[in-house]
């Protein structure tokens, strides 16, 4: 485990639908997804075990955080070459920091 992660696991793994987050594991700890298939949860040995069942690839928090970065600056970059008219019905994605 990296040492500058807090009181948060950072990973990265694609959600593989059922049984990826499961009741037990909303209910035992925190968890949230943020684009690049970065999620965070609670520090505690339960969500590191998700990690390793879900074979997730722990992360620090600065690695998170640039791979969310990128993400965003594609879509942002995507819906700045976009119409006027889409932009109107659609609004600019936003910076994301992660807890």
Request: aromatic letters at 12%; charged letters at 25%; one cysteine or more.
């Amino acid at each position: 485990m990296a040492t500058d992660k807090g009181f948060f696991n950072y990973w990265v793994v694609e959600n593989s639908g059922k049984g990826f987050i499961t009741h037990t594991d909303s209910r035992k700890f925190w968890i949230s997804s943020y684009p690049g298939n970065v999620w965070v949860c609670d520090d505690i040995p339960e969500s590191r075990d998700w990690g390793a069942r879900n074979s997730a690839a722990s992360k620090t928090k600065s690695q998170a955080q640039a791979l969310v970065t990128a993400e965003v600056e594609a879509a942002q970059a995507s819906w700045d070459s976009e119409t006027d008219e889409y932009k109107d019905r659609h609004p600019r994605p936003t910076e994301i920091t992660l807890p």
